[in-house]
Nanobody, 129 residues
Framework: QVQLLESGGGSVQSGGSLRLSCTAS????????MVWFRQAPGKEREGVAA???????NYADSVKGRFTISRDNAENTVYLQMNNLEPEDTAMYYCAAVRDFGYYSGIYYLENSSAMNSWGKGTLVTVSS
């Protein structure tokens, strides 16, 4: 089973950018659907962005046009580039993985976090106004 480690969180001002990294070990990320989730205090966990094994990407409406998910197979790492950050983006961000056999789309996994098999410990993003 793949192990995941997130990094890159921090504190930025509104309008700033951050790039989160999710480095995998134990297996190759290209065999998985990789999803970034976030959870703000007092709120439910929310799917943010997904990248399937075929490279197809999906995003939550709240981040479309601002966030970009990508994968570097050589580095066995998935990235989340976050631009034009808003205070509403403040949350703990988690990377999650599920083996991708092509049965479900990234949209499905964005909306069904219980389907994910492996989780990282999270990295905190704080955006101040």
């Amino acid at each position: 089973q793949v192990q995941l480690l997130e990094s890159g969180g921090g504190s930025v001002q509104s309008g700033g950018s951050l790039r989160l990294s999710c480095t995998a070990s134990g297996d190759t990320v290209r065999s998985y659907c990789m999803v970034w989730f976030r959870q703000a205090p007092g709120k439910e966990r929310e799917g943010v962005a997904a990248i399937a094994s075929d490279g197809m990407t999906n995003y939550a409406d709240s981040v479309k046009g601002r966030f970009t998910i990508s994968r570097d197979n050589a580095e066995n790492t998935v990235y989340l580039q976050m631009n034009n950050l808003e205070p509403e983006d403040t949350a703990m961000y988690y990377c999650a993985a599920v083996r991708d056999f092509g049965y479900y789309s990234g949209i499905y996994y964005l909306e069904n976090s219980s389907a994910m098999n492996s989780w990282g410990k999270g990295t905190l993003v704080t955006v101040s106004s």
